[in-house]
């Protein structure tokens, strides 16, 4: 079996279908969104021409779950993605959305490392799996990094400061976290 660090090949056939060659069985968009999810890293290519087709179906797989009502992409948000497509802002917005996911990530590491000290829901029963589904949709949104791993980029994370003020980020950003998962839930 290839290494986990080296991207799963997929080979597109000319009838569209996929074909996982390290198993070398055909597979479908939800075994490839349960590949990504396990945290592998996925490339799909035209058999014929040889053309990266990775972003088209990792698309494809995003608008299928939004279809399906697993809305995780406001539509203001995906109004602003079409504008930017026609916009001059379109340079700015994909290292906008790779910082914005990492601070996304970098906050839910701090608010999962901390939330011992300040929540008692913590002994809580049931409260490792709600925390083990946290850090497996993080995992999903952010594309298989997980904090304390590196970034995609290779950077490290940002050392963390007075510990007092990193609790009060923690807080202010666990708030924000609630606010719109309780938009999300109306």
Do not use: C, W
Not at 3 to 27: C, F, G, H
Not at 35 to 57: A, H
């Amino acid at each position: 079996m290839a290494k986990a660090s080296q991207p799963l090949l997929i080979k597109r056939y000319a009838s569209r279908r996929l074909y996982n060659t390290e198993t070398s069985d055909y597979v479908t968009l939800e075994d490839i969104a349960t590949f990504i999810r396990d945290g592998r890293e996925v490339q799909i290519v035209d058999l014929k021409s040889g053309d990266d087709l990775t972003r088209q179906y990792l698309l494809q797989i995003i608008a299928e779950h939004e279809s399906r009502g697993e809305s995780v992409l406001p539509v203001n948000v995906l109004t602003d993605l079409v504008r930017s497509y026609t916009s001059q802002s379109m340079s700015v917005v994909p290292q906008f959305l790779a910082q914005s996911f990492e601070m996304l990530q970098s906050g839910q590491s701090k608010m999962m490392e901390n939330m011992g000290a300040i929540n008692p829901l913590t002994q809580m029963p049931g409260f490792e799996a709600m925390k083990t589904q946290q850090e497996a949709f993080m995992k999903a949104m952010t594309g298989g990094m997980m904090p304390g791993q590196g970034t995609p980029q290779g950077d490290q994370p940002r050392k963390s400061g007075d510990s007092a003020e990193d609790l009060s980020e923690i807080k202010a950003e666990l708030a924000a976290l609630q606010e719109k998962l309780s938009k999300l839930s109306k």
